[in-house]
């Protein structure tokens, strides 16, 4: 694939904004009805008028100086951490999009995950980051400032029981807050929600989803358990050729748009590291090592994830490099991830997440900036690897090396 890769600056730019956006304008989501792609005109503008014509409505008079300011409070309960991100929109006028004003953001380590059998201690993350919402909104905005929490791949890879348990923890934190607790407030978010909502908020923040505007971009999100892909189809093979539950419809801002997306659950980038290393999953965890050629032969540390620790190691009497880890991956995602038609042209994407560590740490990116990659980049920078039992390694999370990080990308 050549697709160009748009590595955004802000890690964190899974903002979450369009679960706001969504709400505001009625977003409903359901699986594209099959009979439908026999009908399909996709236009070259990359966006698709709505199915049935709307009837145009009478306008009223606009307030003269309408401007309002309105906050919410979105929790990311991600697999390697929990973030909270506190936004603030201005709305000037009534018929327009809002705009995002500002937006605080903080993090805690690890996630919500990692209290599986601790629930009362997950909740006390979230309870200390509640306290930097209370330092950023004004007082007077508390009781009409939605709270939400959205819990990903590392609460949708535990046991039911388990992830329900912090759940109910976080919503009586929430119910004890001053803020205002919406309906299904706190739950965890499926894989194709995921994906629209991540495309929904990067084509607000850049500008695609105003009227004005006639091409969108797709998204590529690399998270620590799932990864996931979004994008507008410009041709009616790409819709034809799609497994039927990888098409989704959305109806927004009076336009319909029917996207690809799919969710690769377990293929994040630390639960496919440790799929790789055969431990996802795995039983004899507190003797098990667990050894790849990904890793430098004297490599051995324990990492933790989803609330449980693995042994990992190098393998000291065999060889490390970019053939032997690509392989070892090869055997992990083949046969599973479908390719979409037109992803293998010239397609642009904005990638975050991992992908921008990622890109950061291999010094293919600025770290302030963002940058324009190629998948082939991650590839180029992977085999000059050659040397992983000599680069300084990467505490985040593996204590992996930087190569051995991209090859595993």
């Known amino acids: 694939m050549a697709q160009q890769m748009l590595l955004l600056t802000v890690v964190s730019v899974w903002l979450f904004a369009g679960y706001f956006l ?11 009805n099959r009979y439908r792609a026999l009908n399909h005109h996709a236009n070259m503008d990359n966006q698709l008028p709505p199915e049935v014509p709307v009837a145009k409505e009478e306008v009223a008079p606009r307030p003269v100086n309408f401007s309002r300011t309105f906050y919410g409070i979105m929790f990311d309960a991600g697999s390697t951490g929990t973030r909270i991100h506190i936004y603030k929109f201005i709305q ?18 690890p996630g919500l995950s990692a209290y599986a059998d601790m629930p009362a201690m997950g909740g006390e993350t979230i309870r200390q980051l509640l306290k930097v919402a209370k330092k950023t909104i004004p007082k007077e905005q508390w009781i009409q400032t939605p709270v939400v929490l959205k819990a990903t791949a590392g609460l949708r890879l535990l046991p039911q029981e388990k992830a329900k348990a912090l759940l109910d923890e976080v919503k009586e934190i929430f119910d004890d807050s001053p803020f205002f607790v919406p309906n299904n407030s706190v739950t965890i978010m499926n894989g194709t929600n995921e994906g629209v909502l991540a495309w929904v908020t990067v084509n607000f923040l850049t500008g695609h989803l105003y009227a004005k505007t006639k091409r969108t971009v797709g998204i590529l999100d690399l998270g620590g358990g799932s990864t996931q892909i979004t994008f507008l189809p410009r041709l009616k093979k790409t819709v034809l050729t799609a497994p039927e539950d990888y098409i989704a419809r959305i109806n927004m801002f009076n336009s319909t748009f029917e996207l690809y997306t799919h969710s690769y659950l377990g293929n994040g980038l630390i639960a496919a590291r440790l799929a790789t290393l055969g ?7 507190d003797w098990k090592v667990f050894r790849s050629s990904c890793l430098p032969k004297k490599f051995r540390e324990d990492w933790s994830f989803g609330g449980l620790t693995y042994k ?40 975050f997440s991992y992908y921008y560590d990622r890109a950061v740490e291999s010094g293919l990116i600025d770290g302030s900036r963002g940058g324009t990659v190629e998948v082939r980049d991650f590839k180029k920078r992977a085999k000059e690897g050659k040397t992983l039992d000599v680069l300084p390694f990467s505490k985040e999370h593996s204590g992996q090396s930087p190569a051995a990080h991209i090859a595993q990308t």
């Open 279 to 285: 431990a996802l999953g795995a039983d004899g965890l």
């Open 312 to 351: 990992v190691s190098g393998i000291p009497d065999g060889f490390a490099g970019y053939k032997l880890c690509y392989q070892e991956v090869l055997r992990v995602v083949k046969g599973i991830v479908h390719q979409p038609f037109e992803v293998k042209g010239s397609s642009i994407f904005y990638a």
């Open 22 to 32: 969504a709400e505001a304008t009625y977003y409903n989501h359901h699986i594209y």
């Open 92 to 109: 000037k006028d009534p018929v327009e999009l809002p705009v995002l004003d500002n937006e605080m953001y903080h993090a805690v380590k």
